[in-house]
């Protein structure tokens, strides 16, 4: 088999109350034909244009040798390094793919400044030989956007038009597009000459992992896509039939059954010696943006293999943890870890069953798994504070170089960093998480991401961290969507330099700004505590946050 799971405790008492009914129902079966009736009378006119997913190998084999004659033709005239502008799964799936591959695939995914000049200019090492990956004169841009409208790949475009321009080269050469059929983006790319690829407009972006999205800039980027659909293609089967060991029908039984009455919504999910590298981040972000509304959903949590919540003693009770292996590992870690999801196999696999297991976790937890109406409103917070370019006020107070900022004021009575990280903490209840959001340029700081072992060893409780803005486009859903359980602390960056984005009235700068403010409002608006925190520091202050939160 291309995919394994194991359940065992608790995990496999759920499987054993929930998997019947899917069986009876004809679920996998039905997902595999296209039922948009699945879901309920509410959901069924988006589920009926949004099953293409599933039919993704097939449509995507021809795309194959159009993305490898592009790739020996850009060789050829010296064009080695790829750069792709996309947001949530059209830029997540292609990370996995490139990383496991061993393969070098310039993600940018954020309007930090520092970020995106970084990703124009390249030059950055790719490996401990200290060899570069080339500079702009080498580079090629895939702009990857489903509705071809979203602002951060849109600003990027743009900033490279720019670059390109300057240095007297023309931007058709180097501009590879990746859109739905008839979008705007679709219509003013082929206009200037660049090199389209639509994909299936019936798929939506967390679920295009095996399409266009997922494979033009890892093909150019000199990935083997073939052997990925291949993997694909040998787990069909396997999720379609309506069987109980089916691995989709197990996984999705698994995450969002219950077993008297109670699930667990909470996610654990680790990598333990499996090949696959980041997979955990493309899973949460198809989870919660799935999953993440109308007050209900599953909460992903990526998590290290010594993090505190996968210590059995202090896993939190409403936490299921799943961890990812290899086949070599696999049977050795069932004794080690009962009562937790075991899952091994292949990439291409991965993708298949996991899509499947959560658009059925969708069913069994009565919610529209295709939709994802507040990551909206996050969008039109932004575009309405960069309308009116608010001057932002005085912060609260100030740690040494950090400033805080806050709409409940009994958040911040002491005054100090420990004191305000103890009053978020004081807010969770017993099935609260911790959401820590980090608007701030990762490649310079990448060592922000520890902040969220500290916190939740303090905590006891699930916690998560974002790079902003690219969790807006995936577990922001959850935040406002989800159970109101949730507190939030935003971590802004300070950076020296700023970037004009060419034909807009703002900066990449003031874009970030807008969009890590933005989404505070709404999550003010919805009873979500946020504390924000801007670094004018960045390195010192980042030391200084690591001290309070220990």
Known sequence: MSFEIHVSGRAEDVVDATLPRLVDDLVASGITAGDADLWGPAAAAEASRRLGWVDAVSVSRPLVPEIEALRADLVARGITRVVLAGMGGSSLAPEVIAATAGVPLVILDSTAPGQVLAAIEGGEIIDDEGTTAGGLAETVLVVSSKSGSTVETDSARRAFEAAWGDLGIDPAERIVVVTDPGSPL??????????????????????????????????????????????????????????????????????????????????????????????????????????????????????????????????????????????????????????????????????????????????????????????????QATWELLDARPVIGEPAFRAGSVEVRTSDDALIESKTLEGVLEALRSRLGETGYVAIQAYVDRVELPQLAGLRELIAADSGRPTTFGWGPRFLHSTGQYHKGGPAEGVFLQIIGSDEVDLEIPGRPFTFGQLIAAQAAGDAAVLTAHGRPVVTLTLTDPQSDVLALFEAAQ
């Open 186 to 379: 679709d219509e003013s790319a082929r206009a200037a000459g660049y090199r389209v690829f639509n994909a299936d407009p019936n798929v939506g972006g967390r679920y295009s992992a095996l399409t266009a999205f997922g494979l033009v800039p890892t093909g150019l980027a000199g990935v083997p896509i073939t052997e990925i659909l291949d993997e694909a293609d040998a787990t069909l089967l396997e999720v379609a039939i309506d069987d109980p060991r089916n691995p989709a029908l197990v996984l999705a039984a698994a995450i969002a059954g219950t077993a008297d009455g109670v699930r667990r919504d909470k996610l654990g999910l680790i990598s333990d010696g499996t090949h696959i590298v980041g997979l955990p981040d493309w899973i949460e972000q198809l989870v919660a943006e799935s999953t993440g509304k109308e007050g209900s959903g599953i909460l992903p949590v990526v998590l290290q293999p010594l993090s505190p919540e996968a210590d059995v003693e202090r896993t939190p009770a409403d936490m299921q943890l799943v961890r990812l292996v290899d086949d070599a590992v696999h049977f050795r870690l069932i004794e080690q870890h009962p009562g937790e999801i075991l899952v091994s196999g292949s990439l291409g696999a991965q993708f298949v069953v996991w899509e499947y297991a959560t658009a059925i976790a969708g069913r069994l937890l009565g919610i529209n798994p295709f939709d994802q109406p507040d990551v909206e409103s996050a969008k």
